[in-house]
């Protein structure tokens, strides 16, 4: 099969398409032949090798976490997905990757919702597990109020999505270029920067209950001021938390408890409450600059590559 991948670490131009055998499914797993993957951060973080010392990769490496396209391969213990069926999930986590290709194997998954297309299915698996593990991780429940630093992301966006759906009050800070980006997703938009505190009053007169830093721009300290408590403050980006006292959430080896979060995406999408905002979507030729797209900070929604 074809497939993105990379040698050595470095920049994007590591990247090369190339020949390679093809991945099969194994007991507990599917194969999927790949219409579209997503890029996080991640990618490009374990591309450059600024996480070797954390998640050291078997290289030569395949980026994307996860991906949507049509089950070919079914595996032993596999029940209620059979090989034609549309699905979107995530990779084996001991992979990191593989995505990228014709062919990739998942390791969680569930029914692509029929509301969405391809490409917002490829690139909403890893935002979801992510997103569903930090509002566990933050026991956020009805009638709280969350704010989202770095609303206007993929993680933001979908984690803000997935906490309205449960009763929440959520609160995301952007540039004001997308203030009405996300008034359309139903939270509420503040500009971030100095002063958010004083901002955040009148919005949120009750106070901030919980709080996700998805930006990783440096702002832990006045976010665990604005939550009252270091432990209702969960960073997905930035690597100083510890010394903040803050949790850091990151994907871990087994099953995730973000995993229940893509039936759930399924049954809201498909009665719909839950969107994928695209910033843009490139052929798997242009996976380079897809990640650097992804590596500006600036994204508007989730980046996409379809695979031919």
Same mark, same amino acid.
């Given at each position: 099969m074809f497939a993105m991948r990379y040698h050595r670490y470095?920049?994007? #131009?590591? !990247? %090369?398409?190339?020949?390679?055998?093809?991945p099969h499914a194994g007991p507990g797993q599917v194969r999927i032949a790949v219409r579209a993957t997503g890029v996080t951060p991640a990618d490009w973080y374990l591309r450059s090798g600024m996480l070797r010392d954390v998640v050291p990769l078997a290289l030569p490496h395949i980026?994307?976490? #996860?991906?949507a396209g049509i089950v070919d391969e079914v595996g032993e213990r596999v029940t209620g997905t059979a090989v034609g069926d549309a699905v979107f999930g995530l990779?084996?986590?001991a992979d990191q990757g593989g995505g990228a290709a014709q062919y990739a194997v998942l390791e969680a998954w569930a029914p692509k919702p029929r509301s969405w297309s391809f490409e917002e299915?490829?690139?909403a698996a890893g935002n979801i597990d992510t997103a569903v593990r930090v509002l566990e991780a933050?026991?956020?429940? #009805?009638?709280?109020?969350? !704010?989202?630093?770095?609303?206007s992301g993929g993680v933001g966006t979908l984690?803000?999505?997935?906490? %309205?759906? %449960?009763? !929440?009050?959520?609160i995301g800070t952007a540039s004001e270029g997308n203030h009405d980006f996300l008034d359309r997703l139903g939270v509420v938009p503040v500009t971030y920067g100095p002063g958010l505190a004083d901002r955040l009053a009148p919005l949120a007169p009750r106070g901030i209950d919980v709080v996700l830093d998805a930006a990783g721009k440096g702002s832990l300290a006045d976010l665990v001021a604005i939550a009252g408590d270091p432990q209702r403050v969960v960073t997905i980006a930035d690597f100083d938390a510890e010394r903040h006292g803050v949790r850091f959430s %990151?994907?871990?080896?087994?099953?995730?408890?973000?995993?229940?979060?893509?039936? !759930?995406?399924?049954?809201?999408?498909d009665h719909g409450r839950l969107t994928v905002p695209l910033h843009a979507v490139f052929p798997l030729a242009e996976t380079a600059t897809a990640h650097d797209t992804s590596a500006t900070g600036r994204a508007r929604g989730k980046i996409v590559i379809t695979v031919p």
């Open positions: 470095g920049g994007s #131009d590591v !990247l %090369r398409m190339e020949e390679v055998a093809e980026p994307g976490v #996860d991906a990779v084996p986590f299915a490829g690139g933050l026991r956020a429940s #009805d009638g709280m109020t969350l !704010l989202i630093e770095g609303a984690t803000a999505q997935l906490a %309205r759906a %449960r009763g !929440l009050t959520v %990151r994907s871990e080896p087994g099953e995730s408890p973000g995993w229940a979060g893509l039936p !759930l995406a399924t049954t809201l999408a």
